[in-house]
Each structure stands twice: as C-alpha cells, then as structure tokens.
C-alpha cells in the first residue's frame, strides 16, 4: 500500500512539473535557510559546557548604586570577594578569580632566548584554582599545579608554537614585560584554545601569585573598590544557586559595610551569572571579557528562519488548493471505486511528505557549498562536521517531517473532501471558501514581506547613524599607536618630536586609552562640603597637552593643560557638570574631592570639552575627567595623506630608530570605531540575504499562482480580446486583485513592524527616529515586486493569440 502511495505521488509531482518545481525550489530554499540559522545559533549556544559541572559554576557580577540610581553593572568584582564566598558559605565547594593584563598594561612576551617579543591581548592572570574550576583540553603538563607557584605560566598551542616552534615548550623560560619590569616565567602547561568554545580565549595565563598586579589582588582587602576582577564559584552539587544569591545582601553588609561607606557607594549588589549563560544572556553587562552575543538577535534569527519556511508552505499550500479542479476527476473516480476520505488524505500527504523530504536532502550539499560565506559573514569556524551533531540531525528530520505535514494537512483535507458527483459531472473547482484562504495566506506573505524589508531598512539606518554620527572627535585619518613598554613611554616626547617629521603627519598627541577603547579606570568624587559617603563615578583618562586639538575635540571652556600642569588639574566634560550640577559659567572656579579613609585630594577644574564619545552608542556618554599625563599608553597621530603606506613606513623607522626590539602596533581609530557595531552590521547582512530570499519565495508563489489564474480564465481572456478588450485591461483584470491584497497586508504590516523595530531600537541609547516613509516605501517596493511578478505573466496571458484558446468551443 505504501508502496502504491509512493508511486502515484511520484507519478503525480512529475505530472505538474511547474508545480513540483515551485515547491520544490521554495521548500529547499527554506530548508537552507533554518538550517544556516540552526547552524549559528547552536554555535552560540555551545558555549562554556564543556566544563565538568558547568552548570554548577557561576560568575559573580557587580551592580553598584549612588544616590538610589544604579551607575556601575559589572560582570567584575573586587578582589577578596570570591574567596570570601568559599569561606562563609558551605555551598560554595572552590573559587578562583581572573585578572585581565589587557585593561592595565600589554605586556610583550618573548623566548628567554631570543629578542622577538609579542603584543598578545587577552592576557590573564589566574589563581592556582582556576582549572579545578575550569577544563581545557591540555597537550602538556599538570595544569591542576601549573599555576600554584609565582612566575608560572600555561601557554595556548598558538603562542607556544610562535615562541618555540614545534619543540616542547615544558620548563622553559619566557620573558614577560620589558625594562626594569621586565619578568622571567616558566612555562608549566600548554593547552588547545580552539578546542572548546568559551568566553575566556585567553592567549597565555600566568599565575596570580606572580610579583605585581597578580599579588596586589591578592593582597587586596577592600570588598567595595577595585572592582576589576572576574570571580567564579564551584557550588557544590545539590546546592541552589538561588539560596545563595538570597544570602548576598547579609554577606555584602557583613563583610563590606566599613568599605562601602568609605567608597561612597550606598550600595552594592552581587549577582550569580551561570557560566552558560554568559556568552548568550549578560549583552548590557559592562567589561565582558570577551564579545558577548545577544539573545534577542538569535530570536530575531530563528523568526526569520520559520518565517521563510511558513512563506514556502504556503506556496505549497496555496498552488495545491488551486489547482484542485485539476485533479477533481481523479479524486471522483477514486471515491466511486471505493477510496475513503482518510486514504486519500493518506495519499496527498505522502505527495507533500515526499516532496518535503526531497527538499530537505537537497538542502544539505547547499549549506556545505555556502559555509565558507556563512562564515565570513557570521565570523564562526562551522565546518561540515556541525551538520552531524544529533540535535542538527533530530531537528533537520523534524522540520522535513514537520513541513510535510503543515504544507499538505490543509490541501489534504480540501481535495479529499470535494464531492465524487460534483467532480465527474463537471470537474469541480473549490468552493469559493478556500479562494478567501488563498487570499488570506497570500496576505500573510506580503505581511511578512513588508515586515522583513521595513526592519532592514531600520537596521540599515540605524548602522549607518552609528557610523556616521557625530562622536565629539574626527575619527577619520587618525591613527593610535600602542606604546605598550614604560621604557617606550619615557620616550614619548622624543617619539612625539620624530614622528612630526614624517610627511603627512599633522598633529600627535597621546592617551592612557586608545580612542574608542573602552575606559575602564574611575574615580568617585564629591562637591566641597558635600557628604564623602555618597560620591559620584567619573571615567578617568591621562592625555598630554594638544590632545583635544589632535582629536577634534572641542574646548568649551578653559584651557588644554601645559607643560606646568599637575595631575591636580583636571579637564571635564558636560556630563560631569551635569552630574555635579555645575553651571558651565562656573566651571573654572569648581573643584572635585576625592578621598579613601582619611586622605582626602582636591582637584581643580581648568577646563570643558564637549561631550564626545568614548565608547559605544548604545551607552549614554558618562562624565569623564582627564589628567596630565607624561607617561602615556598610546600615541594619538592626526594624518593627512594619499600613501598610508609610505606613512606608515616613515612612522615605523622613526619608532624602530628610538624603541628597538618593540613592536610597531598600530590601528586606525574610524576601523576600531566600526568594531563597536559588528553584530548589527551582520545582522544587517543577514537581514537582508534572508529578506530576499523570503521574497524571491513570495514570488516564486505569485507566479505559481498567476500561471494557474491565467490557465483558467484562457477561455474568458479570448472572448473578452475578440470583443475588442485591449491588453492593458486584460492585464488590470489579472492583476487587480493582488494589488487590493498588497494594500490590505500594508495596513496590517505596519503597525506590526513598527512594534517590532522599537522595541529592538531601545536597546540603543544614541538611536534613529522611525519615519513614516519606511513602511510605506516598503509597501510600494512589495508592489513593484508583485506587479512585475504578476504583471509580466499577465502580459504573456493577455498578448497570447485568442483562437488557440477558442478553438476547442
């Protein structure tokens, strides 16, 4: 019987050709696409399990609160507060805390034996826990005891490759850092870093016990400042991680009381992050280790995925109820010779099943062949192999199975149900019920339509904003120059006075901060007289004098610093007027306290910038105060050339001729500023291959359909032409009613969409204004689409020579 089903399906699909085509190529498409997007998403998904008991282990984040209002939510901590969780709570069975090197210093690395050192980023120091709490797959050593001694260090195979070639790297020594700072590491363990995916990809990890930043974590006592270690915890199994967050606010007063008052925070809250949930859940939380992907994007992805495929079951659908009358006789003489309503249901699903299935196979050598595209656009390493993964497979089955059944349940239940006399007597066509259907469905594709191009044109606005907007600086011809050694930094105003001499070299300045690099450094300030208990945050960043005029920064108010300058003099922008509620006439005149216990620092206000940002647009611009600097961490440089290359080769002379033996690290400031929006810029090119590929389906429906209307109305196209009926009326006559649906679905799509896209848009503190003219160039351009589609079928059916089509009468 089954056997029978198959063949007369077969038989069935070969029979209607552009039918079967249609299908097939709209369900393979999509099936293409749910996969792609499967693909990704599992790989956003995978991150971090491969720990033992991952689901046990937790980040320890920080929201800190002045004056009732949340100004600090950090996935760091201060220093003493995971090991004092270990201690006060039985739940927690270890801890172990991670410093990123990155955010203070970028030490160079090289062999004790040779004199190429390396910028590595992504640097860590790790207590002798940390892989007790973590795994790695390990090539070489015990890291259980690599980082129990000082001067230890575990390398990544990229960097013991690059530092000792093929040979062993075990017990040999590196040199970590330069100049007097400079110190000597022995290498304990080597460990794969593209075997997992995780949010730490640390480069090297050296053991937090080492002389320096490592033992003033250590050493360090205050559980309310310093917030700028990465704590995790083990709990214990069977232990809730909900009894302990409960717990926090009790252990916070306990332990920090004394140092929150004498930070000036009026409060502080510990929250739990599963180390699971970090990569997909924690977008908004500040100072993530590594780019954090957000969740919502991935709902956004997986829609448009079972959007496309809904659209490509309605093809199916609608081509198949429309065609009824075709295989009206068929389903009559059938039913005469004995064929229930349930074996034909039986038959015209195994027709969608097997079309479904088809589709699903084809798919899978396509999504090969586009990997390489779906990797540079997505930024992931998938390979074929991510095609084999049970739940890849499971899923894929499931969406065959699944969109089988959903294409053919309806076309099933109509064609079976159409009378056997009504069918032989006159090759009965649907009752006028399904064609409102077929309307119904056909609007809902030019919805989604219009949905899809409305929120591509938002998103492609909204990139184009954030690249385009006024940051505060001209990020365009400049260049930042990573000094990275103090004995480099000593030498910056040498450097300064040589690269000046390079043609196309204007102006050059310097930062602690690179510009677009997030700034971590603060300090908490008060007013003269005001409560020292309750201070306001303020971004910190050290700059030379001319470092306004080199990044077009402007100077509202004061003066840029000079050669006598100390670092009691500061330099603010509006936003810490803002905060402090200082008039900009009265701003020279004002002075910011800072204290911790009892000393207590004055620092006078020389001058305004305007607000400019220094960080992402998804942020409101924080108040922010700059300090004389001498001893910078990077070169600001203002170009102007046609030969980046020749200027480039002028700067690094001059750089190798003063600091030898470092490397020249340059970046260019408008590229680093684009890194800030790589998500939205792949979801904007993801949107928009999707968005065609719905339409292109969408179309692929309405030609279908066209085909089929013209087919049927052949008869009455020839008489109307005899009578004189011109082709433009013919095409009017075919076309109008797709038109009216276009209309109906712009009505119910734009509200839809522009619910949506505000609510995306929120997350977007610097954002655009949706305009009206968004959807409504959406309509029109769906109209255009459908038109052309429809249209050119019409004109084919319309200039077609009327006696063939009367011949038969």
């Not at 937790?58 to 004056?67: A, G, H, P, S, W």
């Not at 007790?132 to 990229?158: C, Q, R």
């Not at 930024?379 to 499931?398: C, G, K, M, P, T």
Request: with cysteine; proline share 3%.
């Amino acid at each position: 019987m089954i056997k029978n089903y198959i063949k007369i399906a077969w038989r069935n699909l070969l029979k209607n050709k552009q039918q079967t085509i249609i299908n097939l190529l709209g369900l393979t498409l999509g099936t293409v696409s749910c996969l792609v997007i499967l693909l990704y998403v599992f790989a956003q998904l995978g991150y971090d399990q491969h720990h033992n008991e991952a689901a046990s282990i937790y980040r320890v984040e920080t929201i800190i609160e002045r004056d009732g209002q949340e100004s600090f939510d950090s996935a760091t901590s201060s220093p003493p507060i995971a090991f004092a969780l270990k201690d006060d709570f039985a739940e927690v069975e270890e801890a172990t805390r991670v410093v990123l090197t990155d955010v203070f210093y970028s030490p160079l690395i090289r062999a004790a034996n040779s004199e190429d050192a390396y910028y590595e980023p992504r640097v860590y120091l790790a207590d002798s826990t940390f892989f007790k709490v973590f795994n790695f797959k390990i090539l070489e050593g015990d890291v259980k005891t690599a980082l129990d001694e000082p001067n230890a260090v575990v390398l990544s195979s990229y960097i013991s490759n690059k530092l000792f070639g093929n040979s062993s790297p075990l017990d040999k020594t590196v040199v970590w850092g330069s100049g007097d700072d400079a110190l000597t590491l022995t290498v304990k363990g080597v460990y794969h870093e593209k075997a997992y995916k995780t949010h730490f990809n640390p480069s090297y990890i050296v053991s937090m016990s080492t002389p320096g930043m490592g033992t003033f974590v250590q050493n360090f006592q205050s559980f309310a400042t310093n917030n700028f270690v990465y704590s995790y915890v083990k709990l214990r199994p069977n232990s809730s991680d909900v009894g302990l967050q409960k717990k926090m606010p009790q252990f916070m007063e306990d332990r920090g009381a004394q140092d929150l008052r004498d930070a000036g925070m009026s409060n502080k809250t510990l929250e739990l992050t599963k180390v699971t949930d970090i990569h997909l859940y924690s977008n908004g939380r500040k100072n993530q280790l590594d780019r954090v992907s957000n969740s919502t994007y991935l709902y956004f992805l997986l829609s448009l995925a079972f959007f496309i495929q809904l659209v490509a079951c309605i093809n199916f659908i609608n081509l198949s109820t429309a065609r009824a009358s075709k295989r009206a006789r068929e389903i009559g003489v059938r039913k005469v010779v004995g064929a229930g309503k349930n074996a034909l249901m039986r038959q015209f699903l195994g027709e969608s099943l097997l079309l479904s299935i088809f589709a699903m196979l084809l798919s899978i050598p396509i999504v090969i062949l586009l990997l390489p595209l779906v990797n540079d656009i997505t930024q992931e390493s998938l390979s074929y192999i991510n095609l084999y993964q049970w739940h890849i497979v499971v899923i894929l089955l499931a969406i065959g199975v699944v969109t089988g059944l959903a294409s053919g349940i309806y076309p099933a239940i109509v064609l079976s149900s159409i009378k056997p006399v009504k069918a032989l007597k006159s090759s009965a066509i649907l009752q006028s019920g399904s064609g409102t259907f077929r309307k119904a469905l056909v609007v809902f594709q030019f919805v989604i339509s219009i949905c899809l191009i409305s929120t591509v044109i938002i998103i492609g606005q909204q990139f184009k904003y954030a690249q385009t907007k006024d940051l505060g600086y001209k990020k365009d011809n400049l260049l930042a120059l990573r000094v990275g050694t103090e004995e480099s930094s000593k030498k910056f105003e040498s450097l300064k006075a040589s690269f000046l001499k390079v043609p196309g070299v204007l102006q050059v300045s310097s930062g602690n901060y690179s510009p677009s690099e997030i700034i971590l450094a603060d300090n908490g300030f008060y007013l003269p007289g005001g409560n020292k208990e309750n201070k306001t945050v303020v971004k910190r960043n050290g700059v030379s004098d001319g470092y306004f005029n080199t990044m077009g920064i402007e100077l509202l108010k004061g003066r840029d610093f000079s050669a006598a300058d100390t670092v009691d003099q500061i330099i603010v922008n509006e936003a810490t007027l803002k905060a402090f509620n200082i008039d900009i006439e009265n701003a020279l005149s004002a002075t910011l306290m800072q204290s911790y216990g009892d000393e207590i620092d004055e620092l006078r206000i020389i001058g305004v910038v305007k607000n400019y940002h220094f960080a992402s647009l998804k942020e409101e611009i924080q108040p922010l105060f700059l300090h004389k600097e001498t001893e910078p961490n990077w070169v600001v440089i203002k170009t102007k050339t046609d030969n980046y290359g020749q200027l480039l080769q002028g700067l690094e002379q001059q750089w190798k001729s003063a600091v030898n033996n470092i490397p020249f690290d340059y970046r260019f400031v408008d590229k680093e500023v684009e890194k800030l929006y790589e998500e939205e810029k792949r979801l904007g090119f993801i949107s928009v291959g999707f968005t065609i590929l719905a339409i292109f389906i969408s179309c692929l429906g309405l030609f279908g359909l066209i085909s089929y209307v013209a087919e049927q109305k052949k008869k009455e196209i020839g008489v109307r032409k005899v009578l004189g009926a011109s082709v433009q009326s013919v095409v009017k006559l075919l076309t109008k009613d797709f038109i009216k649906l276009v209309l109906i679905a712009f009505v119910l799509a734009s509200p839809i969409a522009y619910y949506f896209i505000s609510r995306w848009l929120e997350g977007f503190t610097y954002r655009i204004e949706i305009k009206w003219w968004v959807f409504l160039a959406s309509g029109v351009l769906v109209m255009v689409i459908t038109f052309l589609t429809v249209g050119l079928q019409s004109l084919k059916s319309a200039a077609a020579n009327p006696v063939k089509s009367l011949r038969s009468e």
